[in-house]
């Protein structure tokens, strides 16, 4: 009989099981320390974190680094120099599973090289079951999982994996609860992330987020509105607010009559230019969330408002809760209350029984709203998710085609947005010089438009106005204009 190797005091494997749970348990909230004994676990030595996947994992990244960097690691550009090497994985489609693989695949001789440093894997893909299974069985290089639920755990993973020499495994499978004061090192000094809640619990069909990340749980208001005010105090120029749902914040409260719309007022009336959130989901999307954004000021005139297909028998296939005509009367009242509004989406392609017929509905649909952008996506089966059981009766070359048809109407959308600025003056916010050109600026509307445009480096990090001279379709050229007294856009 094979002798079972006991890696480590630490071995708590993910259970898809227990992730698809919600005993509406009570969240609790913590607060992030160090224990005196592991603070200077790091001196001396480099960390090194690659990120995949949306925003709530670079806001997780952020967060990773920031406790290393308390423990006193430093991070370096280079990872054949790291003493931790971390990667920060994307479950949302196969292709971002492959790529973390592959990356593994690589990463082994640098590990024979450096046998001493510590390979971390974290994020949505070590929250799944058949990957921890896999990465177990087949990647012996990697000494540390841990998910992401217990990210503020890593100093004590850290300091069993370098003190026992053995492999970590811990990842919790529960609802997940809220830790505050976890140290941050913010990879952007103008523009910043803002977690207002974690979790989903929407159980969209084709999506493995709800096991990855737990039930729904909202920070609690004061302390939101306290980290926006921070980032203000040290200059940024603008917050995103983040969620798995971000317009769902405020549901889970017992004890107040709280939601999104709320706390948008609230931040509405801070010192800071601008205010961002993503992602929003058409079935949360209030009459106060609207009436709100239509205050503009700090509030951007932008909303990302996923639809995923245009017709109803797929919507309810996905669990969408939402018809295609509920759906559209949202867009127009945005449109009514919020004039040049630009709205964006993600769409799937292809998802199981979707027929030539209800596809065209998905295209009517793109062209009738007049998206300024999208993700779009040939449909990933996801193994424990519903869809994942369905017959994936759509050919692949019908996929690619039906992308493929897609895509032209939103590169169109692309164009027509950007052209509505033509000739018009609008505020740029300015992050840095361009990847070609140092003399060249770039920066974002209010409207989420990306600007080029020749100016001095001392622009960076300030909100400039700039005539628009030519609008292509992923980007506008303009002129900054001096002492400009008003903007259109």
Same mark, same amino acid.
Request: charged share 30%.
């Given at each position: 009989?094979?002798?079972?190797?006991?890696?480590?005091?630490?071995?708590?494997?993910?259970?898809?099981?227990?992730?698809?749970?919600?005993?509406?348990?009570?969240?609790?909230?913590?607060?992030?320390?160090?224990?005196?004994?592991?603070?200077?676990?790091?001196?001396?030595?480099?960390?090194?974190?690659?990120?995949? =996947?949306?925003?709530?994992?670079?806001?997780?990244?952020? =967060?990773?680094?920031?406790?290393?960097?308390?423990?006193?690691?430093?991070?370096?550009?280079?990872?054949?120099?790291?003493?931790?090497?971390?990667?920060?994985?994307?479950?949302?489609?196969?292709?971002?599973?492959?790529?973390?693989?592959?990356?593994? #695949?690589?990463?082994?001789?640098?590990?024979? $090289?450096?046998?001493?440093?510590? +390979?971390?894997?974290?994020?949505?893909?070590?929250?799944?079951?058949?990957?921890?299974?896999?990465?177990?069985?087949?990647?012996?290089?990697?000494?540390?999982?841990?998910?992401?639920?217990?990210?503020?755990?890593?100093?004590?993973?850290?300091?069993?994996?370098?003190?026992?020499?053995?492999?970590?495994?811990?990842?919790?499978?529960?609802?997940?609860?809220?830790?505050?004061?976890?140290?941050?090192?913010?990879?952007?000094?103008?523009?910043?992330?803002?977690?207002?809640?974690?979790?989903?619990?929407?159980?969209?069909?084709?999506?493995?987020?709800?096991?990855?990340?737990?039930?729904?749980?909202?920070?609690?208001?004061?302390?939101?509105?306290?980290?926006?005010?921070?980032?203000?105090?040290?200059?940024?120029?603008? @917050?995103?607010?983040?969620?798995?749902?971000?317009?769902?914040?405020?549901?889970?409260?017992?004890?107040?009559?709280?939601?999104?719309?709320?706390?948008?007022?609230?931040?509405?009336? !801070?010192?800071?230019?601008?205010?961002?959130?993503?992602?929003?989901?058409?079935?949360?999307?209030?009459?106060?969330?609207?009436?709100?954004?239509?205050?503009?000021?700090?509030?951007?005139?932008?909303?990302?408002?996923?639809?995923?297909?245009?017709?109803?028998?797929?919507?309810?296939?996905?669990?969408?809760?939402?018809?295609?005509?509920?759906?559209?009367? +949202?867009?127009?009242?945005?449109?009514?209350?919020?004039? #040049?509004?630009?709205?964006?989406?993600?769409?799937?392609?292809?998802?199981?029984?979707? $027929?030539?017929?209800?596809?065209?509905?998905? !295209?009517?649909?793109?062209?009738?709203?007049?998206?300024? #952008?999208?993700?779009?996506?040939?449909?990933?089966?996801?193994?424990?998710?519903?869809?994942?059981?369905?017959?994936?009766?759509?050919?692949?070359?019908?996929?690619?085609?039906? +992308?493929?048809?897609?895509?032209?109407?939103?590169?169109?959308?692309?164009?027509?947005?950007?052209?509505?600025?033509?000739?018009?003056?609008?505020? @740029? +916010?300015?992050?840095?010089?361009?990847?070609?050109?140092?003399?060249?600026?770039?920066?974002? $509307?209010?409207?989420?438009?990306?600007?080029?445009?020749?100016?001095?480096?001392?622009?960076?990090?300030?909100?400039?106005?700039?005539?628009? $001279?030519?609008?292509?379709?992923?980007?506008?050229?303009?002129?900054?204009?001096?002492?400009?007294?008003?903007?259109?856009?």
């Amino acid at each position: 009989m094979a002798e079972v190797k006991d890696y480590s005091k630490y071995f708590n494997k993910p259970s898809l099981k227990e992730a698809k749970s919600r005993k509406r348990l009570n969240v609790n909230i913590e607060t992030f320390t160090t224990a005196k004994s592991m603070a200077d676990i790091g001196k001396g030595k480099n960390y090194h974190i690659k990120t995949y =996947g949306c925003q709530m994992n670079e806001h997780d990244s952020e =967060g990773i680094a920031g406790i290393l960097e308390q423990l006193g690691y430093v991070v370096t550009a280079d990872e054949t120099l790291a003493d931790v090497l971390v990667l920060n994985t994307c479950a949302i489609r196969e292709n971002a599973e492959n790529r973390v693989f592959g990356e593994l #695949g690589r990463l082994k001789p640098l590990k024979v $090289t450096n046998p001493d440093m510590i +390979l971390a894997i974290c994020g949505c893909m070590s929250q799944e079951e058949a990957v921890v299974n896999k990465i177990l069985k087949k990647y012996q290089q990697v000494d540390l999982i841990f998910g992401t639920h217990n990210i503020h755990r890593l100093p004590e993973y850290l300091h069993e994996a370098l003190i026992s020499k053995e492999r970590v495994v811990e990842v919790w499978s529960g609802e997940g609860d809220i830790v505050e004061n976890l140290p941050r090192r913010r990879a952007n000094s103008v523009k910043g992330w803002v977690n207002i809640m974690y979790g989903c619990d929407e159980f969209c069909t084709y999506c493995i987020v709800p096991y990855t990340r737990g039930k729904e749980r909202s920070r609690m208001p004061a302390d939101v509105i306290n980290e926006v005010k921070e980032l203000a105090a040290k200059g940024y120029q603008e @917050v995103t607010l983040l969620g798995q749902n971000v317009n769902a914040y405020g549901k889970d409260f017992k004890d107040r009559d709280y939601t999104f719309g709320n706390l948008l007022e609230e931040l509405r009336h !801070l010192d800071i230019p601008r205010i961002r959130f993503t992602t929003s989901h058409p079935h949360d999307f209030d009459e106060l969330m609207i009436a709100t954004l239509a205050k503009k000021g700090n509030l951007m005139e932008y909303v990302h408002l996923p639809v995923q297909s245009g017709n109803d028998t797929i919507l309810k296939r996905m669990n969408r809760r939402y018809t295609r005509e509920s759906y559209l009367q +949202l867009v127009r009242d945005l449109k009514t209350a919020i004039p #040049g509004v630009s709205i964006t989406t993600d769409i799937i392609v292809g998802f199981p029984g979707e $027929t030539e017929e209800q596809f065209q509905d998905t !295209l009517s649909l793109a062209k009738e709203v007049g998206y300024e #952008g999208a993700y779009t996506f040939i449909y990933s089966p996801r193994e424990g998710t519903p869809a994942a059981q369905m017959e994936d009766d759509v050919t692949e070359a019908e996929k690619k085609d039906r +992308l493929r048809r897609l895509n032209e109407i939103i590169n169109k959308g692309y164009l027509d947005g950007n052209m509505r600025f033509q000739d018009q003056l609008v505020e @740029v +916010l300015v992050e840095g010089p361009s990847k070609n050109d140092e003399t060249v600026m770039s920066g974002y $509307t209010r409207h989420q438009k990306l600007v080029n445009f020749k100016a001095d480096p001392a622009v960076i990090g300030k909100i400039v106005q700039v005539k628009i $001279t030519e609008a292509k379709t992923w980007h506008l050229f303009g002129e900054l204009v001096e002492n400009a007294s008003d903007t259109s856009a």
